[in-house]
């Protein structure tokens, strides 16, 4: 096993291997998925446990080989990286989602903390739904880097009705794999921070901020 593959990751990793290593070709480098599910869920999952109004989320994880080319623009980060945008939704702009060659979808089980296979659009609205879409680079094998497209609509968790787009650098090292820049707006962590605390200090019922724990800002 690559060094890169952390033995406390098979809980999180062990429902997508199966799903997502069928369909890798010799053209994707097997080792960089489970760094990149790793560090794409753990964000995922942070705002999914600050869910006020138990909502249902769905995670859909795509390969994608058509992006947005060609373009002068790139993501400066760490060196820079492709733009890792692609052609569908917003036409003429360079904010288009990614076309997945493939996708596999799971879903937010809450009460467990984790993600289950069950797609839940078979069994509920889409409205009802928040989707979080993953879309990795194909051709991972050809390349030492590779710059990963999330999105979640209409929103997310927290804030269902914000539309959130971030940018997740990788980079390979040594054969070893490891995410080395994201972009995407800190405000949304910061707002969902603020409202965990919020809802902490609501249930003190009447004992001082500092008597629970809390600082202040």
């Not at 997502?20 to 999914?48: F, G, Q």
């Not at 795509?62 to 623009?73: A, E, F, K």
């Not at 993600?115 to 050809?142: C, H, M, N, Y």
């Not at 787009?165 to 603020?194: H, L, M, N």
Request: charged share 25%; proline share 7%; glycine share 6%.
């Amino acid at each position: 096993m690559n060094a890169s593959v952390k033995p406390e990751w098979p809980k999180r990793w062990a429902l997508l291997r199966d799903l997502i290593c069928s369909r890798l070709t010799s053209d994707d480098d097997a080792a960089a998925w489970p760094i990149i599910i790793d560090r794409v869920c753990s964000d995922a999952e942070y705002l999914c446990r600050h869910n006020p109004d138990s909502k249902l989320v769905a995670m859909t994880i795509g390969c994608c080989s058509h992006w947005l080319r060609p373009h002068q623009t790139r993501w400066t980060a760490d060196g820079g990286f492709a733009w890792p945008t692609g052609y569908a939704g917003r036409r003429h702009s360079r904010m288009g989602l990614p076309q997945h060659d493939w996708d596999v979808t799971v879903h937010w089980h809450g009460n467990e903390a984790r993600w289950q296979q069950t797609d839940p659009r078979r069994r509920f609205k889409p409205r009802q739904i928040l989707e979080f879409r993953v879309s990795v680079p194909a051709r991972t094998a050809w390349h030492d880097q590779a710059a990963v497209f999330t999105i979640w609509r209409p929103g997310s968790p927290p804030l269902p009705n914000d539309e959130l787009i971030q940018f997740y650098g990788f980079r390979k090292r040594e054969d070893v794999w490891a995410c080395t820049a994201s972009t995407g707006p800190e405000d949304a962590y910061d707002r969902t921070a603020e409202g965990a605390r919020w809802e902490l200090t609501r249930a003190c019922n009447g004992l001082s901020a500092a008597r629970c724990g809390l600082g202040t800002r």
